[in-house]
């Protein structure tokens, strides 16, 4: 049975249906993960949390420390990790409160540490294969476990990675759609790509915010970004207990 992690971004600070078992603060050789690991039982399985903002919502993407956070879900035995992030919609397709599970990405981050692999300690230069950033089990078992749950999902996308914390312009949405991207968040990188390193299966499920700039009506608010993750996090908490069984 692999044990199973799970980081709750934006607006999933913490799982309702999650029974707390324990609590407990990890130091790494990355320095100081985004806040203690929850462990716990969620709808009868055995899972540990981490809030990749902090439980106080206090970092922002860039400051997150990623290497940490990853480093300490391997430490404590997790081998498969379900990452939630909050995005915007690009493609008409992807409305608010939709949830999707992306297949690609492309990463526009910059000046984040993005590699457990420096150069230093290793034998050699390493470069993971990260044709497939994503899990495709886990992939397979979040998207069959949707079709039984009934819960609506799209099954395909191409999350663009940015750099934040500021929204992106209209034109710079305009460009990542030619690049192919459908949906835009902060937080898919470096976090997928140092589960690779790590050797963790990992997928995404990123819940639909907002439309991305200059694809909705007037300004995109905190206040209508909360409000559809709320609502968002009531299906993801279907696919979650639909998925759990899926993945023993
Ligand atoms: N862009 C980038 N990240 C986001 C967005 C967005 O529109 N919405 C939620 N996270």
Known sequence: MSRIGIIGGTGLTKIR???IIKRQVVHTPYGEPSGFF???QLFGHEIIFLARHGYS????????NYRANIWAMQDLGVERVIAFNAVGGITEEMQPETIVIPHQIIDYT??????FFEGENSSGVTHIDFTEPYCAQTREALIKAAEKAGVKIVSKAVYAATQGPRLETAAEIDKLEKDGCSIVGMTGMPEAALAKEKGLSYAACAIVANRAAGRGDGEITVEMIEAHLKNGIVSAAKLLEAVMPKLL
């Open 38 to 40: 929850t462990w716990g």
């Open 17 to 19: 249906q999650l029974e």
């Open 110 to 115: 910059h000046g984040r540490d993005h590699t």
């Open 57 to 64: 919502h206090h970092l922002p993407p860039h400051k997150v």
